[in-house]
Antibody, heavy 122, light 112 residues
């Protein structure tokens, strides 16, 4: 059974930093790209970042480019999102989602974690 | 970015009757390779989203047959043939034909 378990969400002050983690199980982690998608509570979904299975390629939404860094450790089957210079508008539930298998188009999102809440406030 | 507009925003439905949600794109979602990367997601109250349908009409494993997707180009539809209480949720369409992937604003399905 595919499982994704996020952690690391917290209350942080504007300008602060946070690292989110997502531990995967139930599939060959290195064979899949992974993405982060966020959702302001009560609002819609927004794709944030993606990384290829081998970490060769990384992609970011314009709103987080230069501030967030996606990475992964395939031995630990863990996806990360390093978030710096946090702004009030970054406050959201952050979901990790399984993305494309090799040689497939991104934007699959066939499995999602339960999410981790990031609050940004002084 | 590609804009997806869903209608209606709120959909009160009667149990056992059909329901239909529209998703319109401001650009064609036909990829240069010929596929159309339009998916539908269901988010029940207090839960994370789950994919129901991908590439317009392919149901994911375990998704009940009462859910179906159709459409082409810029106009797409999610249909529920007979609504059950378990279908109360917000439904989102999403396109991955054009980068970055984008979602519709959501349609809230509730029981009358």
């Amino acid at each position: 059974e595919v499982q994704l378990l996020e952690s690391g969400g917290a209350l942080v002050e504007p300008g602060g930093s946070l690292r989110l983690s997502c531990v995967a199980s139930g599939f060959v982690f290195s064979n899949y790209a992974m993405s982060w998608v966020r959702q302001v509570p009560g609002k819609g979904l927004k794709w944030v970042s993606a990384i290829s299975g081998s970490s060769t390629n990384t992609y970011y939404a314009d709103s987080v480019k230069g501030r967030f860094t996606i990475s992964r450790d395939n031995l630990k089957k863990t996806l990360y999102l390093e978030m710096n210079t946090l702004r009030a508008e970054d406050a959201a539930v952050y979901y990790c989602a399984r993305d494309a298998p090799r040689m497939s188009s991104y934007g699959q999102f066939d499995y999602w974690g339960q999410g981790t809440l990031v609050a940004v406030s002084s | 970015d590609v804009e997806l507009t869903q209608s209606p925003v709120s959909l009160p439905v009667t149990l056992g009757l059909p329901a239909s949600i529209s998703c319109r794109s401001n650009q064609s979602l036909v990829h240069r390779e010929g596929n159309t990367y339009l998916s539908w997601f269901q988010q029940r109250p207090g839960q994370s989203p789950g994919r129901l349908i991908h590439e317009v009409s392919t149901r994911d494993s375990g998704v009940p047959g009462r859910f179906s997707g159709s459409g082409s180009g810029t106009d797409f539809t999610l249909r529920i043939s007979r609504v059950e209480a378990d279908d109360v949720a917000i439904y989102y369409c999403m396109q991955a034909t054009h980068w970055p992937p984008t979602f519709g604003q959501g349609t809230k399905v509730e029981i009358k």
